[in-house]
């Protein structure tokens, strides 16, 4: 339990374990405060940058179809100024529109075998009804409801977004031009229908990766392009009543509702006017997706292109491991580094510490040479501890002469202080009075007469049992 407490208990380390770990920290710490700061600039950076990759994706993609309705527009004004074309709806009589007929019905058809995005092309007259076209189907239909229609016949040009034919029930985009009369009158409405299919071929093209996707919604946020061709004519968000009313009652889509994805994070992508992007999750039980959006500029409509996170969090992964692993392999080198630098430092200190020890108790003459042996070699450095241990060295050689210098002394005195306790006892005993009495008594026996009747050896017999007696009687009173 001891050894554990200091295991975790700092001020109880060794010295070389606190320098070893103090070089670490020292190290690793800043080190990894600038790792992680670097690894957070570089994070934000590859993120900005990969969302600004999707963006420009989406307006590369966003300019090639601004592109494809410039060209369309430019190809359909040229034709609505034909000849043929003004003459025939200029006529105003059966027999002048028939002599048109088989000229505009060439022309037509030469305009619509130019480009294999066409679908379609007819003409209408000032009532909204087609005259004439490369599609016999819209002969005699009416098609003054269309927005198509109701703009060009006031003199407009329009491109329609992604429509469901009323007659083909083929989703597509129409282009319409006013046509005049070299009066500068309007007689009649040029359109061209270019295949859905086509626009959606041109978004789908777009890939950044296996579970990517693009797409394209239109100025109310109705999808009309998507790789999953169930979404087509969903909304992102959900449509307000007046909106819903007006879509439905156009029969833009062919359809008596409008679903909703309910996606409120793609909000943002609703008339956009710039490009961003944005984190989303759809269905919302999976995984997040990123999106990067650009509005197109003739159309009001806003091309999205969608990934998913873990996806663009690959590169990000990758930056995370090599910032993790760079900082482990620096921090092991260091931790090796600093072992080695600190059993260095702390070689002679434990050294010192184990000579003081010796000295201390009083065992430093068993160790004294192989100490000497052990240090001596530290006093070759000219640093702070060789001279620590220089100075340690004198120092305790002279504790050790001073300490073998003192117990000699102290052996003498022992003696001295023996012999003088004995001379004082013997004192104490000689100077006692009872002694003294003992010592006269003695005196007087030895001076006294050897009596006849007494031979020599009772005389001496009986003058030991009296001294043994005065001494009794001495130790007694003692």
């Known amino acids: 339990m001891n050894h554990f407490h200091r295991l975790f ?84 009589t059966f027999s002048q529109r028939a002599a048109f007929r088989a000229n505009l019905q060439q022309t037509l058809h030469n305009f619509s075998r130019s480009n294999p995005d066409f679908d379609a092309v007819f003409i209408m007259d000032r009532e909204g009804r087609a005259v004439a076209g490369t599609d016999s189907t819209f002969i ?30 083929r989703p597509g985009m129409f282009f319409s031009h006013p046509v005049r009369s070299p009066s500068g009158k309007i007689v009649g409405v040029m359109v061209l229908k270019i295949r859905g299919a086509d626009i959606w071929a041109i978004v789908n093209a777009l890939q950044v990766g296996s579970q990517s996707y693009a797409f394209l919604i239109d100025q109310q946020g109705v999808i009309i392009s998507h790789a999953d061709q169930s979404l087509l004519y969903h909304s992102l968000v959900p449509l307000s009543p007046e909106v819903l009313k007006q879509v439905v009652s156009d029969r833009r889509y062919g359809l008596e509702q409008i679903e909703s994805l309910n996606i409120p994070e793609l909000k943002v992508m609703v008339k956009a006017k710039v490009a961003g992007h944005t984190t989303y999750r ?109 100075v340690f060295l004198e120092m305790a050689e002279e504790v050790r002469m001073r300490d073998q210098k003192l117990k000699k002394q102290v052996q003498e005195l022992r003696i001295e202080i023996d012999e003088t306790k004995r001379a004082s006892n013997v004192a104490e005993i000689t100077e006692n009075e009872h002694f003294q009495q003992l010592q006269k008594k003695i005196q007087k026996l030895r001076e006294h007469e050897v009596t006849v009747s007494e031979t020599e050896t009772e005389y001496y017999q009986r003058l030991q049992s009296k001294v043994q007696s005065l001494k009794e009687r001495s130790h007694s009173e003692a």
């Open 9 to 92: 208990y700092p001020p109880a380390w060794s010295i070389a374990a606190k320098i070893s770990t103090a070089l670490v920290c020292a190290v690793v710490i800043p080190m990894s405060f600038t790792a992680y700061y670097n690894l957070r600039q570089s994070l934000d950076s590859v993120e900005a940058g990969e969302y600004r990759k999707l963006e420009l994706l989406a307006t590369s993609t966003a300019s090639r179809l601004d592109q494809l309705i410039i060209d369309i527009q430019r190809v359909i004004l040229q034709v609505s100024n034909d000849r043929n074309v003004v003459g025939f709806l200029a006529a105003t």
């Open 140 to 169: 005699g239909k009416n098609y003054a409801f269309r927005e198509y229609f109701r703009s060009s016949i006031q003199g407009k040009s329009y491109v329609s977004s992604i429509l469901v034919g009323e007659t083909t029930k």
């Open 282 to 390: 759809f269905p919302p039980q999976q995984m997040p997706r990123i999106v990067g959006f650009a509005p197109l500029e003739e159309q009001p409509w806003v091309l999205g292109v969608s990934q998913p996170k873990a996806q663009f969090a690959i590169p990000l992964n990758r930056l995370i491991w090599l910032y993790g692993s760079s900082v482990l392999i620096v921090g092991g080198i260091t931790a090796i580094i600093a072992l080695l630098f600190a059993r260095r430092i702390s070689r002679p200190i434990h050294a010192l510490t184990v000579a003081a020890q010796a000295l201390e108790h009083d065992d430093f003459d068993s160790h004294v040479l192989g100490l000497r042996q052990s240090l001596a070699k530290l006093t070759h450095s000219q640093d702070d501890i060789g001279q620590l241990v220089y």
